[in-house]
């Protein structure tokens, strides 16, 4: 192998990297605070793993201008993502078919990691599709590279 995985940790075997997919799609239905889980998944039991790539999109006939109406909000174990805004966003963050680059980290024992939609107090002018994809990679916590702590090789 040839080059480094900058996010792994120290030890982890590239070999024994899995894929991380969160994908799913859900109707949120039209009226003022309706919510909708758009998508769900959790890692393999003792596995910590790394979210690489997002994308959303909101399938409206016409295209959807991301007004602030819809909130969006990714959970890790029904925690925020981030500490800022409660971990939610209303603006565009990549698409399905071009993912925004991103390192958000899935510690060991991530049970559930889902994306929520919720409409703000304005009701919609109909229910809007809503599709997600986030893409990565997880690592088991049991398969270190044995090592002799060389520092450099010659």
């Not at 080059?3 to 003022?32: E, W």
């Not at 990714?74 to 399905?96: A, H, K, M, V, Y």
């Amino acid at each position: 192998m040839i080059g480094t995985i900058h996010f792994l940790p120290h030890g982890v075997n590239p070999n024994k990297l899995l894929p991380f997919i969160l994908d799913g799609q859900a109707t949120l239905p039209a009226p003022a605070g309706s919510s909708v889980v758009v998508a769900s998944s959790s890692l393999l039991s003792s596995y910590a793993g790394m979210i690489l790539g997002m994308g959303l999109t909101v399938r409206d006939p016409t295209p959807y201008e991301y007004t602030g109406d819809i909130t969006f909000s990714l959970s890790i174990n029904q925690s925020p993502f981030i500490s800022n805004g409660q971990g939610s966003w209303t603006t565009e963050r990549g698409s399905i078919a071009n993912l925004m680059p991103t390192l958000i980290s899935l510690p060991l024992g991530t049970q559930k990691v889902a994306l929520t939609a919720t409409r703000g107090a304005v009701a919609g002018s109909g229910a809007q599709v809503i599709a997600f994809l986030a893409t990565g990679v997880m690592w088991p916590d049991t398969q270190p590279i044995q090592t002799d702590a060389a520092r450099f090789r010659v």
